[in-house]
């Protein structure tokens, strides 16, 4: 069964910094582009950061540009958000999620971030 | 990138067809074939419905389908069971190489 399984969530104050983490099994991940896309609370999906297959390839929303750093060790099948500077419209369900084919095909259960003080 | 323009809810009766649209423009899902539908019930992960404008994943139900004309995408729900009751967002690919959303439509099963 493949299972994407998102931690490192979290309440924490505006300013500071969290490392979300994506646990994958039941695929290997080297094959797979990665994903984050957040949902805050009541509202729709916004796409957060990719990473290509071999993490040589990485973009980022305008929102968290020069702020989050996506990463990924396929030795691991972990893939990583580092969140620094953080605000309060950062707050949001953050989800891992699998590209193919320019869609977001397999999803994890998605980690709680909550920046307040 | 602006959002996607979805309506922000759609209704219909069981048994009845809903269309659901998704307006983007040339810089988005006008100018290329990558348009993605997701289905999410509340406090669930997304499900993914439709990938390159019209397929399905394997395991989705034949009355889901999608299509596209110009800047606008849709995805026809044929046959409205109770189960379909939920939010769908729309996707598509983007001409700054990265994807965006739309803001999502509830739909609502009479």
């Known amino acids: 069964e493949v299972q994407l399984v998102e931690s490192g969530g979290g309440l924490i104050q505006p300013g500071g910094s969290l490392r979300l983490s994506c646990a994958v099994s039941?695929?290997?991940?080297?094959?797979?582009?990665m994903n984050w896309v957040r949902q805050a609370p009541g509202k729709g999906l916004e796409w957060v950061s990719f990473i290509s297959s071999s993490g040589d390839t990485r973009h980022y929303g305008d929102s968290v540009k020069g702020r989050f750093t996506i990463s990924r060790d396929n030795a691991k099948s972990s893939l990583y958000l580092q969140m620094d500077s953080l605000r309060g419209d950062d707050t949001a369900v953050y989800y891992c999620?699998?590209?193919?084919?320019?869609?977001?095909?397999?999803w994890g259960q998605g980690t709680m971030v909550t920046v307040s003080s | 990138q602006s959002a996607l323009t979805q309506p922000a809810s759609v209704s219909g009766s069981p048994g009845q067809s809903i269309t659901l649209s998704c307006v983007g423009t040339?810089?988005?899902?006008?100018?290329?074939?990558?348009v993605s539908w997701y289905q999410q019930f509340p406090g669930r992960a997304p499900r993914l419905l439709i990938y390159?404008?019209?397929y399905r994943p394997s395991g989705v139900s034949h009355r889901f389908s999608g299509s596209k004309s110009g800047n606008t995408a849709s995805l026809t729900i044929s046959g409205l069971q109770a189960e379909d009751e939920a939010d769908y967002f729309c996707?598509?690919?983007?001409?700054?190489?990265?994807?965006?959303f739309g803001g999502g439509t509830k739909v609502t099963v009479l």
């Open positions: 390159e404008v019209m």
């Open positions: 996707a598509s690919y983007t001409t700054t190489g990265t994807p965006v």
């Open positions: 040339s810089s988005d899902i006008g100018g290329y074939q990558y």
């Open positions: 039941g695929l290997t991940i080297s094959s797979y582009e």
């Open positions: 999620a699998t590209e193919t084919g320019y869609a977001f095909d397999i």
